[in-house]
C-alpha cells in the first residue's frame, strides 16, 4: 500500500509522465498492429473454410472410400461428399460446357451456397441442397443456354429441372477451371446421368467440419489412412499465399512498429535515468528514516508493474482505436466483416511494456536502491557503480528479444540487428556532424540563437540522440508518404499508350479465330492467342519434386501448384533467350521446354536438365531447351513454360489473348460476351486501380504505424528536456538576474529547438532521398526522380515540429522567477 | 513526562567504543574519526562541536547507523548496532531515531502532511495522518499541512523537519547543523523549537553543530578534532 501511495504522489509530480507516455505509445504501436494483424489473419481463416467449404477437404480422382465417413460420424465430426466434372449441358438445341457439382446432403460444411428466383441478383443463402430430380444452375449457364427456372437441362442421360438460380457457392474457386459457368445437382442423381465412365476426369471431395480438436486428431487419421493419390487440404493449405502474404506484411508491420517501440526505450531509459537523479536524496531519505532496501526495491517494483499496467491499458486503447480506424480506412480489401480482435494482442501489450520497463527503467531503479542513507549527509556519495553488463545487458537483451520475436527467423533477425547497429552509427555520426556544423555557426548570429546553439553544443549527446531519434521518425513517414504514390504512378506512365488493357481467357479451340476476328472488326488491336492447359510438375532432373530441397517461398510455390502450360513455334519481341537456343521447324514434336528466367531461377533450372510433367493424368518429360527472360509488363499472353508445337496439341485445352481496345471499343464487349459466353474477361485497367487503391491503402497502414514513430521521436525529444530542465531552470534564472529580457531567454529556447528541428529534418530528408532512390532502384527497378518537397516538408516540418514541442515542453522554465530557482539551489 | 524523563536519566542510550572510521584517498588511509569512546544516557542532551573537516558529522553518521566503521562498537537503544546489517539498522532507525538535517531534506513531492506520515508510514503506525497533522500543529504548522515543500520558506521547512522528528517519539534525535541554512532570527526560533520539543517528548539529543551558542544550550558538550573526542 505503502508503495502504491507513493506512486501516486510521484504521479502528482509529474514525473512520470514522460515514461508513462512513452511507454504507452510502445504499447500502442505494438498493440495497434495485432490487433489488426490478428483480426486480419481471423478472416482469412474464415475465408479459407468457406473456400474448402469445410475444415478439412479430402481431394482424389477416385471415389472415397466409405469407412473414411464411417470413421469422421464415429468422432462426431460432420462430413459431406461432391464430386465434380465438366461436361456439356443441354436445354434443347443450346448447350454449354458446365462444372456440374453432385453434393450430398450437408454441403457444404462451412460457408453458404447462394440462390435465388432470378438470374444476376443477389439472392439469399440456404442451408438445402437441390431434390431429387433438381438442378441449380448460375445465371450464365441460364443465359447461355437461353433457360429459365423450370426448364429441363439435359445432363448426360438424365434431364432435370432448373430450380433454382446458383448465385454462389463457397468453394468457387479462382482457378480457370471453375470459370465455366456452375451447376449443383443432387449426388443421388448423379449414377443416372451416366457421366461417370472409365476415364471420365471426375474430381472427388469429402468434406469435413466440427470441432477443432476433433478435426485436428481427425485429420492426423486421415493423414496416416489416405489412399495414395488421395489429398487432404486444410486451412492452412487453402490459401497459402494469402497466409504467406499476410504474414509477411505483419511481420513488415510489427518490425514498423519495433522502430517506435526502440525510441520509446530510449525515452523510458532517459526518464528513469533522470527519476533515478531526482530521487537519489528521496531514497537515501528513507533509508535513513528507517525504509529496508527490500522495501524501496518492493515500492520501484510495484512502481514499475503499475505504469507497465497503466500503460498497456492506455496503449491498448490507443492501438485499439487506431486499429479500428485503420481497418475503416481499409474497407474494401477484405470480403468478408471482419471477426472481432482476441485479447492476444493485450498480454503482448502488457509483455512488452514489462519487458521495456525491465530492460530500460528497471536496472536504474535496482541502482537507486543501492544507494546509501549516508547520502543524507554527504551529497556526493551516490549508490556504488554497477557492472556495464548489468547496467546495458538487460536493454540489449530486451532489443534483441523484440527484434527475434518479430523476425521469428535467424538469417532475418542477424539481419535487422546488424542493420541497427549500422543504422545507429550512420546516424550518430550525421548527428555530430550536424550539431558541429550548427556550433560554428554560432558566432554569426544574434545573442539568443548563439545562446540557444550553444546549448545544442553543449549537451552534445543529447542533441545528437534527438536529431537522431526524430529524425528517423520523420525519415520514414517522408519515405512513404513522397515516395510510394508516385511509384505506381512513374511506372503506368512508362507503359505504352496503347499496350494491351483486356484478358480474354477461356477461349473454345474451336471458336478461337472467330474470337479474334470479332475483336479486330471492333477495332481492337489484338495480341498473339495461346493455348492454354493446366498440368502438375513431377520431376526435375528424374528426381521427385517432394524430394527436392527448394530454396525461398517462391520454389516451393512454383514446385506445388498446378502451372499453366502453352506451346507455341515463334517466341514473342517480349521475350529473349537467355541461355540455349529457341526451337526451329525441325523441332516439331520433340519434347523440349522453354522456362522463363523466374522459373528457373526459383528451381534451379539449366538448359539440358528434364522437368516431367502429370498432364491431365498423363506423365510427360520434357528437356530444357532454352531460359527466357520475359517482359511480363508488355501484357501479351506470356507463360513461365512454353513447350515446342506438336508435343501438346491433342490435349484439349482452351485459348487466351489480350488486346488494346479504346474506351469506345470496350461497349462492344458487352455483345462479345453473349456471343462467346464461357470466355472470361479481365480488364487490367480495372485491375490497376484494385492495385493502386490497395497500395494506397497498404501505405496508409503502414505510415498510421510510423506514424507511431514520430511520436515516439518527440517523447525522447521531451525526456531530453525533462532531463535538462534543471540546468535549464538555472540557467535561464542565472541569465536573467543578469539582466536578459525574458524574451531573449525564450527566443535561445526557440532558437535552439528551432536548430534541432531543422538539422533532424535535414536528417530525415537525406535519409529519405537515399531511402527512396534504394527503394526504387534496386527493390522496384524503376527509375528515380528526387522529390524536392521532401527537403521542404522535412525541414520545415521538422523544425515546425520540434520548436512548438520543445517550446511548449520548457516555457515554464522561463517563465519561473529567477528568485525562486535560485532560492531553491538547484545544481 | 518529566518523571519518565527522570527515570530514564541513569540508563545509557547510546554508547560507542573505540569507534575510528578510516577511508582510502590517493595520499593513503585517512583516519577521519579516531578511536573515539562515548556514553550518552537516556534524556540527555549532548553538543558535538568543532571546525568543518574535524569528523563530527561522520561521528554522528556511525553513531546513526548510516554508516558502517572501521573498527569499534556502537550500543543503541541497547542494541549493538556493528552486528546489524544495512536492513536491521534501518529497521531499529524506524523504531528509535530521529534526524533533522541542515538542509531539511524533505520529499519535493509530498506535501507537509505526507512528509511528517512519512516515518509512521514506514513503520506500519496506524492513523498515522492524524498523528502527523497533530506534530504539524505542535510546530504551528497545522495550517499548512497541504502546502509542499517549494511553497514554505526555509525557516517553515525546518519546522516540517522538526514535526517529521518528533513525530514518531524517538528514543535518540540526531541533528545535523539544523540551524545552518538558515539566517540568525529563524534558525534561534528553530533552535528553541527543537529544545522545546526534545524537553516535551523526554527524547535524547545528538546535536552537531559548530555553533558555540546552540551548543551552550545542551547539558554536554562534547569537542573533537582531527577525528578525536578533546
Same mark, same amino acid.
Given at each position: 500500500m505503502l508503495a502504491l501511495r507513493l506512486l501516486l504522489r510521484e504521479w502528482r509530480s509529474g514525473e512520470l509522465g514522460v515514461l508513462l507516455a512513452a511507454l504507452s505509445i510502445a504499447v500502442a504501436a505494438l498493440t495497434g498492429v495485432g490487433f489488426l494483424v490478428d483480426r486480419i489473419d481471423a478472416a482469412i481463416d474464415l475465408q479459407a473454410r468457406e473456400v474448402l467449404a469445410a475444415d478439412l477437404r479430402l481431394r482424389s480422382r477416385n471415389p472415397m472410400v466409405s469407412h473414411i465417413f464411417d470413421e469422421a460420424a464415429r468422432r462426431g465430426v460432420a462430413s459431406a461428399r461432391v464430386a465434380s466434372l465438366l461436361t456439356v449441358v443441354f436445354h434443347g438445341e443450346q448447350s454449354q460446357l458446365a462444372n456440374i457439382r453432385a453434393v450430398s446432403s450437408g454441403y457444404p460444411l462451412r460457408g453458404r451456397v447462394r440462390i435465388s428466383s432470378q438470374p444476376f441478383t443477389a439472392g439469399h443463402e440456404t442451408r438445402a441442397i437441390p431434390g431429387r430430380g433438381e438442378v441449380w444452375a448460375d445465371s450464365r449457364l441460364l443465359a447461355?443456354?437461353?433457360?429459365?427456372?423450370?426448364?429441363? *437441362?439435359? !445432363?448426360?442421360? =438424365?434431364? %432435370?429441372?432448373? +430450380? &433454382?438460380?446458383?448465385?454462389?457457392?463457397?468453394?468457387? $474457386?479462382? @482457378?480457370?477451371?471453375?470459370?465455366?459457368?456452375? *451447376?449443383? !445437382?443432387?449426388? =443421388?442423381? %448423379?449414377?443416372? +446421368? &451416366?457421366?461417370?465412365?472409365?476415364?471420365?476426369?471426375? $474430381?472427388? @471431395?469429402?468434406?469435413?467440419?466440427?470441432?477443432?480438436?476433433?478435426?485436428?486428431?481427425?485429420?492426423?487419421?486421415?493423414?496416416?489412412?489416405?489412399?495414395?493419390?488421395?489429398?487432404?487440404m486444410d486451412v492452412e493449405e487453402a490459401s497459402p499465399q494469402i497466409h504467406t502474404a499476410v504474414d509477411r506484411a505483419g511481420r513488415f508491420l510489427s518490425l514498423a512498429s519495433l522502430v517506435s517501440v526502440l525510441l520509446c526505450c530510449i525515452a523510458v531509459a532517459m526518464s528513469a535515468r533522470r527519476y533515478v537523479q531526482r530521487h537519489l536524496d528521496v531514497v537515501a531519505l528513507m533509508k535513513t528514516l528507517g525504509a529496508t532496501r527490500r522495501l524501496t526495491l518492493t515500492v520501484s517494483y510495484l512502481q514499475l508493474l503499475c505504469i507497465a499496467l497503466l500503460a498497456t491499458a492506455i496503449g491498448s486503447l490507443v492501438g485499439f482505436g487506431v486499429q479500428e480506424w485503420l481497418l475503416h480506412a481499409l474497407r474494401g480489401l477484405f470480403a468478408t466483416e471482419l471477426p472481432a480482435a482476441s485479447a492476444a494482442p493485450l498480454a503482448l501489450g502488457l509483455l512488452a511494456a514489462v519487458a521495456v520497463l525491465s530492460g530500460f527503467a528497471l536496472p536504474p531503479l535496482l541502482q537507486l536502491s543501492r544507494v546509501p542513507a549516508l547520502r543524507v549527509l554527504r551529497r556526493d556519495i551516490g549508490p556504488p557503480p554497477t557492472l556495464v553488463l548489468l547496467a546495458f545487458g538487460p536493454a540489449v537483451l530486451v532489443i534483441l528479444g523484440l527484434i527475434a520475436w518479430v523476425v521469428r527467423e535467424l538469417r532475418l533477425f542477424l539481419q535487422v540487428s546488424a542493420g541497427l547497429v549500422v543504422f545507429i552509427a550512420v546516424l550518430t555520426l550525421a548527428g555530430l556532424a550536424l550539431v558541429s556544423v550548427a556550433g560554428r555557426l554560432r558566432t554569426s548570429v544574434g545573442v539568443s540563437w548563439r545562446y540557444g546553439i550553444a546549448n545544442l553544443s553543449r549537451r552534445r549527446a543529447e542533441s545528437v540522440l534527438q536529431i537522431a531519434c526524430f529524425g528517423t521518425g520523420l525519415m520514414v513517414l517522408l519515405v512513404l508518404g513522397l515516395v510510394h504514390g508516385d511509384l505506381l504512378d512513374d511506372w503506368r506512365r512508362a507503359l505504352p499508350v496503347d499496350a494491351p488493357n483486356y484478358f480474354f481467357i477461356n477461349i473454345p479451340a474451336d471458336k478461337r479465330v472467330e474470337f479474334v476476328q470479332f475483336l479486330q472488326a471492333q477495332g481492337g488491336r489484338t495480341t498473339r492467342v495461346l493455348p492454354m492447359i493446366r498440368g502438375r510438375m513431377t520431376q526435375i532432373r528424374g528426381r521427385p519434386i517432394a524430394t527436392l530441397a527448394l530454396q525461398g517461398e517462391r520454389g516451393e510455390e512454383f514446385s506445388q501448384r498446378e502451372q499453366n502450360l502453352t506451346w507455341t513455334p515463334t517466341l514473342g519481341d517480349d521475350n529473349a533467350i537467355v541461355a540455349g537456343r529457341w526451337w526451329t521447324a525441325n523441332d516439331t514434336g520433340k519434347p523440349l521446354v522453354s522456362v522463363a528466367t523466374e522459373y528457373a531461377e526459383s528451381l534451379n533450372i539449366h538448359v539440358g536438365d528434364t522437368l516431367s510433367f502429370d498432364i491431365a493424368g498423363e506423365p510427360l518429360t520434357a528437356t530444357v531447351a532454352s531460359i527466357r527472360k520475359v517482359k511480363w509488363d508488355s501484357f501479351q499472353p506470356n507463360f513461365f513454360l512454353v513447350f515446342a508445337p506438336g508435343v501438346l496439341d491433342e490435349t484439349a485445352g482452351s485459348y487466351l489473348t489480350s488486346a488494346f481496345l479504346r474506351p469506345e471499343q470496350a461497349r462492344s464487349l458487352a455483345q462479345l460476351a453473349k456471343r462467346f459466353p464461357g470466355v472470361s474477361i479481365f480488364d487490367i485497367d480495372d485491375m490497376l486501380t484494385q492495385v493502386r487503391t490497395m497500395a494506397d491503402k497498404a501505405a496508409l497502414a503502414v505510415q498510421s504505424v510510423f506514424l507511431f514513430t514520430l511520436f515516439a521521436g518527440l517523447t525522447v525529444l521531451l525526456a531530453a528536456v525533462q532531463a535538462s530542465r534543471d540546468q535549464r531552470r538555472f540557467e535561464s534564472a542565472i541569465l536573467r538576474t543578469l539582466g536578459a529580457s525574458r524574451r531573449v531567454v525564450a527566443l535561445g529556447v526557440i532558437?535552439?529547438?528551432?536548430?534541432?528541428?531543422?538539422?533532424?529534418?535535414?536528417?530525415?530528408?537525406?535519409?529519405?532521398?537515399?531511402?527512396?532512390?534504394?527503394?526504387?532502384?534496386?527493390?522496384?527497378?524503376?527509375?528515380?526522380?528526387?522529390?524536392?518537397?521532401?527537403?521542404?516538408?522535412?525541414?520545415?516540418?521538422?523544425?515546425?515540429?520540434?520548436?512548438?514541442?520543445?517550446?511548449?515542453?520548457?516555457?515554464?522554465?522561463?517563465?519561473?522567477?529567477?528568485?525562486?530557482?535560485?532560492?531553491?539551489?538547484?545544481? | 513526562m518529566p518523571s519518565a524523563q527522570a527515570q530514564n536519566h541513569r540508563e545509557s542510550v547510546l554508547k560507542a567504543e573505540a569507534l575510528t572510521k578510516q577511508v582510502s584517498s590517493p595520499e593513503g588511509p585517512l583516519t577521519i574519526v579516531n578511536a573515539v569512546s562515548l556514553e550518552i544516557m537516556a534524556g540527555e542532551s549532548v553538543a558535538i562541536l568543532g571546525e568543518s573537516g574535524a569528523g563530527k558529522s561522520t561521528l554522528l553518521a556511525l553513531l546513526a547507523g548510516l554508516d558502517d566503521p572501521t573498527s569499534g562498537r556502537i550500543i543503541l537503544a541497547g542494541t549493538d548496532l556493528t552486528s546489524l546489517d544495512e536492513d536491521g539498522r534501518a529497521r531499529l532507525r524506524a523504531q528509535r531515531v530521529g534526524f533533522v538535517f541542515q538542509s531539511f531534506h524533505l520529499v519535493p513531492a509530498l506535501t507537509a502532511l505526507e512528509n511528517v506520515m512519512l516515518p509512521l508510514e514506514l513503520t506500519g503506525t496506524r492513523n498515522a495522518a492524524a498523528a502527523a497533522l497533530d506534530s504539524l500543529t505542535r510546530v504551528g504548522l497545522g495550517l499548512r499541512a497541504r502546502h509542499y515543500p517549494r511553497q514554505l520558506s526555509g525557516g517553515e521547512q525546518q519546522r516540517v523537519a522538526l514535526a517529521r522528528a518528533f513525530v514518531t517519539q524517538p528514543a535518540v534525535l540526531f541533528a545535523d547543523e539544523p540551524t545552518g541554512n538558515l539566517d540568525a532570527v529563524t534558525g534561534e526560533r528553530i533552535a528553541e523549537r527543537l529544545f522545546e520539543l526534545n524537553s516535551a517528548v523526554g527524547t535524547t539529543l545528538v546535536l552537531v553543530t559548530h555553533e558555540e551558542s546552540l551548543a551552550q544550550r545542551c547539558a554536554r558538550q562534547l569537542r573533537m578534532s582531527a577525528g578525536r573526542l578533546v
Open positions: 447461355a443456354t437461353g433457360a429459365q427456372i423450370g426448364s429441363p *437441362l439435359s !445432363i448426360g442421360t =438424365a434431364t %432435370l429441372k432448373v +430450380t &433454382q438460380v446458383l448465385i454462389s457457392r463457397p468453394d468457387q $474457386g479462382g @482457378a480457370f477451371s471453375d470459370l465455366a459457368p456452375n *451447376l449443383i !445437382i443432387n449426388d =443421388a442423381d %448423379l449414377p443416372g +446421368t &451416366q457421366l461417370i465412365q472409365p476415364g471420365s476426369r471426375v $474430381g472427388y @471431395a469429402a468434406l469435413f467440419a466440427g470441432d477443432k480438436a476433433m478435426v485436428a486428431a481427425f485429420k492426423t487419421w486421415l493423414a496416416a489412412n489416405k489412399q495414395p493419390g488421395e489429398r487432404l532558437a535552439e529547438f528551432l536548430t534541432l528541428g531543422l538539422l533532424a529534418g535535414a536528417l530525415a530528408a537525406a535519409g529519405a532521398s537515399i531511402g527512396g532512390y534504394f527503394l526504387a532502384t534496386r527493390v522496384l527497378q524503376i527509375p528515380y526522380t528526387l522529390d524536392q518537397r521532401v527537403w521542404l516538408v522535412g525541414v520545415l516540418g521538422g523544425a515546425a515540429l520540434v520548436a512548438i514541442s520543445g517550446w511548449i515542453a520548457t516555457r515554464s522554465v522561463v517563465h519561473q522567477p529567477p528568485l525562486a530557482t535560485l532560492r531553491t539551489n538547484y545544481q | -
